[in-house]
């Protein structure tokens, strides 16, 4: 499976964003998909991550309310659509899926064992 992340640029505070992800390969291995950021000098984190279905969302407590994180199953994509951004919220943001069984929940980075290429988000105040 290959993961190919797109829609990151440059915005203003309060400015929207809408990534993408396709899943090429076999996506059909596809369990849970999240995104995950990495900030300069930060660790990576999770910021959003849903499961197959689609009835089941994870946020991270500084993104709840502004991001919101879809899928289209039937054409292999993941969406995170950003509003209300803030200067913090720069980061490249990675898209990542489960595709082997563990025991991490949806909202454990440690589930998420396929990553794709980075797309940057930066946010100016």
């Known amino acids: 499976v290959q993961l190919q992340a797109s829609g990151g640029g440059s915005v203003q505070a309060g400015g929207s964003l809408r990534l993408s992800c396709a899943a090429s390969?076999?996506?059909?291995?596809?369990?849970?998909m999240g995104w995950i950021r990495q900030a300069p000098g930060k660790e990576r984190e999770l910021v959003a991550a849903i499961n197959w279905s689609g009835d089941s969302t994870y946020y991270k407590d500084t993104v709840k309310g502004r991001f919101t994180i879809s899928r289209d199953n039937g054409e292999n994509y993941l969406f995170l659509q950003m509003n209300s951004l803030k200067p913090e919220d720069t980061a490249v943001y990675y898209c990542?899926?489960?595709?082997?069984?563990?025991?991490?929940?949806?909202?454990?980075?440690?589930?998420?064992?396929?990553w794709g290429q980075g797309t940057l988000v930066t946010v100016s105040s």
């Open positions: 990542a899926a489960k595709t082997v069984p563990t025991a991490h929940t949806l909202g454990d980075m440690g589930s998420y064992n396929l």
């Open positions: 390969g076999r996506p059909y291995t596809i369990n849970n």
